[in-house]
């Protein structure tokens, strides 16, 4: 039987590379839209580039030309588009990109994917920042109030391309709204992973002191393994809906520290509150969190919380991993890392 072909966006980054090795399991054959200059890249997909498991198609999401020409050649029967401008704080300093990638990119992929094979599924990255700081717990049914261009990018994305091109032509297209997802290969610019790699550095003496913004945002944490699980699922309905995952747990950032500190045996006192506050090492003495407000962002958003009932009755969707797993594996991982990295 001929196989299905699958094309994804965005495989080099955390989610790609949870949800190829799903792809390649379940028989497909699986081409990705990679840039030119990639960031570094999670050690599977290059080694399902050696392997040559993966078809690579050299291009961009912001360029129309390059996409036609590899959607043409491909002709997928799904796609999901994981790519993306992801960080929140690089969004408010370069909100045109943002938006380039982010809305236009899905724009672009969704027409050129639609007009190849009307037939296409699509799945598209959306994401808990498009509810910003409307009420927890935040279901499918809950307001969007996006606080950042990011968000804005999003949430716009997800009406104009998703929502309408269902409505409008009845697409297959559907978004999962994700909350946050960590694992080992989550970027180190993002809090969990800036965390665990710092606290690391410091036990082994490398790095004096962890300098963060909000202690007090709160996220609903989740592993990034359960959540592309998720995303095949979606695609495997006989209807196309969109559907929130979460984990239903939320912790502070604070909270994150406090636990993670505590595998490498680095117990905290916390003193002070806002910008002045800064986390002790009860038994030195030494300070090991500080405030910085460099890291603080225009606009926060401060308390999320997902509420992933329709994931659970209707896709039978559960998440594997705790919260104190996910922290656990993470500070391991790191230990790890920095060892080699420093040759310890
Ligand atoms: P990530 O690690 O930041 O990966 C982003 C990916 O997008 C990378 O592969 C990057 O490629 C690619 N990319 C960026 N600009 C591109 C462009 N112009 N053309 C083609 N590819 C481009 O993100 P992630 O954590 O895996 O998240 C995957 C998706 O889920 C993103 O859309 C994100 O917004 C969304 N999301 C993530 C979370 C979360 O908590 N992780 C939650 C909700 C939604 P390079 O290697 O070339 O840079
Ligand atoms: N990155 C970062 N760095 N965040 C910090 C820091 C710091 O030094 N100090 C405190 N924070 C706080 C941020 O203010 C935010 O409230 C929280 O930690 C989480 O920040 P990130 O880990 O950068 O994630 P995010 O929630 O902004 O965005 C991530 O999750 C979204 C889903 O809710 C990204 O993966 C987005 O792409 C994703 O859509």
Not at 121 to 150: H, K, L, W
Request: proline share 4%.
């Amino acid at each position: 039987m001929k196989k299905k072909k699958v094309f994804v966006t965005g495989i080099t980054g955390q989610d790609g590379s949870y949800l190829t090795p799903i792809l390649l399991d379940a028989g497909y054959e699986v081409h990705a839209l990679v840039r030119l200059r990639g960031g570094d890249r999670p050690v599977i997909i290059d080694d399902l580039a050696r392997e040559k498991k993966v078809i690579f198609h050299t291009g961009s999401l912001t360029d129309l030309s390059s996409l036609s020409t590899i959607l043409e050649g491909v002709r997928p029967d799904e796609v999901y588009n994981l790519a993306a401008q992801s960080h929140v704080v690089s969004s408010f300093k370069s909100p045109v990109e943002t938006w380039d990638v982010n809305y236009y990119g899905l724009g672009r992929l969704v027409n050129e994917a639609l007009r190849v094979n009307p037939d296409v599924r699509i799945y598209q990255a959306s994401t808990s920042e498009m509810f910003g700081n409307s009420p927890a717990p935040q279901s499918e049914n809950t307001p969007f109030d996006p606080q950042s261009p990011y968000a804005m990018s999003k949430a716009m994305a997800h009406t104009d391309f998703i929502m309408h091109k269902r409505a409008s032509m009845g697409a297959f297209a559907v978004s999962g709204i994700l909350f946050n997802h960590e694992s080992p290969r989550r970027g180190r610019d993002f809090v969990t992973r800036k965390i665990t790699f710092s606290l690391a550095k410091i036990a082994f003496g490398l790095q004096e002191c962890l300098e963060l913004g909000n202690l007090n945002a709160v996220r609903d944490w989740g592993h990034a393994e359960d959540y592309v699980r998720a995303m095949f699922m979606m695609l495997q309905q006989d209807t196309p809906e969109d559907y929130v995952i979460a984990s239903g747990e939320s912790h502070s950032v604070r909270d994150f520290v406090e636990i993670a500190a505590q595998y490498f045996g680095i117990n905290i006192a916390w003193e002070g509150e806002g910008k002045a506050e800064i986390g002790r090492n009860k038994m030195t003495g030494k300070i090991v969190v500080k405030v910085n407000p460099e890291f603080y962002r225009p606009r926060e958003v401060n308390f999320i919380q997902g509420d992933a009932t329709k994931a659970h009755t209707k896709l039978g969707w559960k998440p594997r991993y705790s919260f104190s797993d996910i922290v656990t594996e993470m500070v391991k991982s790191d230990q790890e890392l920095v060892r080699r990295e420093y040759k310890l």
